[in-house]
C-alpha cells in the first residue's frame, strides 16, 4: 500500500508541475491519475483479495518493476534532447501497464498457497 500510496503522489506532484508552468488544467492530472496510477491502484487492490504469500509476492514485483520503468521512461523523456513527439514515449507506461497487471494478476491467481498451516 505505501509504494502504490507513494507512486500516486509522485504522479499528482509531476503532472501538477505541468498546471503550474502551462495554461493547462486540473484534468490533465486527473488524467495521468487514471492513465498511469491505474495500474498500481489495480494490482494493490489485487493484493489485498488475496491472501498468498505468493500471489501478494508476485504483485509486489510487479509493483516495483512498474515504478522503476516508470522512472526510466520519464528519466529519459525529460533528460533527453525534446522533440515534438516527447509525449508520445510517455504513453508507454500506461500501454505497457495495463497487460502488465493483467499478467500479474493471473499469476498472482494461480500461484500455489504456501502458508504454513
Excluded: C, W
Excluded at 74 to 80: A, E, K, L, S
Excluded at 91 to 116: E, T
Amino acid at each position: 500500500m505505501g509504494l502504490t500510496t507513494g507512486y500516486v503522489v509522485v504522479i499528482a506532484i509531476v503532472f501538477s508541475s505541468f498546471i503550474i508552468s502551462s495554461d493547462s488544467k486540473i484534468s490533465s492530472v486527473e488524467f495521468s491519475e487514471a492513465a498511469f496510477a491505474s495500474p498500481m491502484i489495480i494490482a494493490s487492490l489485487l493484493a489485498l483479495i488475496f491472501r498468498g504469500v505468493e500471489a501478494r509476492r508476485s504483485l509486489l514485483i510487479f509493483e516495483i518493476v512498474f515504478s522503476i520503468f516508470s522512472v526510466l521512461v520519464f528519466v529519459r523523456t525529460f533528460t533527453g534532447e525534446h522533440d515534438a513527439q516527447y509525449q508520445l514515449a510517455m504513453l508507454f507506461i500506461p500501454l505497457i501497464g495495463f497487460p502488465a497487471v493483467v499478467i500479474a494478476g493471473v499469476i498472482a491467481a494461480f500461484s500455489p498457497n504456501r502458508q504454513p498451516k
